[in-house]
């Protein structure tokens, strides 16, 4: 039987529009059937859920662009010695407070995380839509070469492989053909789209940031393979060099890119690729060595830069947290939000977080696991929604307290949370 839910008496944010209109809006099924201002007239044969949202604002759910399921909930000590299962259950239960946080759909960006997308889908775990990339794909002491400094390089025969690729998490890949099997392995498990590793980053062991990171064949061979699918390729990647060779390959999507000059912005502006970005801060991450803490405290200190730059050239830009090896710090998902003030007005940011990653995610074109339109709402929208106490147009800060101020929590048509 088809279930109903109406949402009475709300103040309506589309996802696009700075102007919210008052209304009523009619879910059947996990879809947005009905938004009208007038009363919406129910048949009385059919059962449906009524919420009276008593003239608070609704606005579609968040999305995290950037998030790491399974890695954001587990230290680096669990990563590289802990025992799966537990890592699992942790990451399980993270999804649920993930939901709770008010993302209703998130990109992973990297992790095993095809299981637990399936459980939530399933309905057997509850938490945000996952649009999952598999395994991070990594050239040999690249971001993604989590190895201990005595465990040596296979050689691509697969017989030695390290703990982090036995779990999913990562995958050392060298030269073309190696990185195309990569590619395709995650693609077979379920990947919505690609990620790789072109250069250097702040968690590794081995890599400084200005390190460019595999050739521009096997970028190109990552793209052409998963283009075969219908799909895309994203990279980790922060320095202007990294950032223009892949671009040049055809990556469609760059993660970070914080040491970015103002000639590779404009070359991202005329790829059309997206940059999707975090507002990182200095006291997000405290690193366990003084090496990783600088790179950190770099990172941090281009920011500003290069949210300026993308702004002045009109790049594509998305929001993500990339929130790493803290399960202590992942409660702070929704400030990443609240950050981005410094440089954006308040419906720059609701459309960021919402339309703007939704238009991204939908770059998985064919391997999308959620067909139909997120961000928005609009009539024939996947209902994904958020009634909020307080209004996120004039005050941002009331989603940093998703507890207290997310009192409707809706994905894909079934109420999570009503604390109306």
Known sequence: MDSQLLLNNVEIFNGKDARTFSGNLLIRNNRIETISAAPIEMPSERPVTVIDGKGRFLMPGLIDAHWHA??????????LAGDPSYTHLMAGREAAETLQRGFTAIRDAGGPVFGLKRAIDSGTLRGPRIYPSGAMISQTSGHGDFRMIYEHAHGGCG??????????????????DAVTAAVRENLRQGASQIKLMAGGGAASL?????????????????????????????VHVYN????????????????????????????????????????FAVEDNTYPSPVQQAKHLQICNGTDRTYRLAKKHGVKLAWGTDLLFDPANTKNQNHGIVK????????????MVTCDNARLLALSGARNPYPGNLGVIEEGALADLLVIE??????????????????????????????L
């Open 206 to 234: 081995y890599d400084p940031l200005d390190v460019t990171e595999f050739f521009e064949e096997e970028l190109r061979a990552a793209v052409r393979a998963a283009e075969d699918w219908g799909t895309y390729v994203m």
């Open 70 to 79: 399974y890695l954001c909930c587990n230290t680096m000590t669990d990563l």
């Open 390 to 419: 307080g209004n996120p147009l004039e005050r941002i800060e009331v989603l940093e307290n998703p507890h207290d101020n997310l009192r409707v929590i809706v994905k894909d048509g079934v109420v999570c949370k009503n604390t």
């Open 240 to 279: 202007p060099r990294g950032i223009a060779r892949a671009l040049k390959a055809g990556v469609r999507s760059i993660e970070h890119g914080h040491l970015i000059d103002e000639p590779t912005m404009a070359l991202l502006a005329e790829s059309g690729a997206w940059l999707s970005m975090q507002a």
């Open 159 to 176: 017989c030695e492989m390290a703990h982090v690729e036995q779990i999913g998490a990562s995958k050392i890949a060298d030269g073309a």
């Open 340 to 351: 981005l003030q410094k440089w954006f007005t308040n419906f720059e940011i609701l459309r």
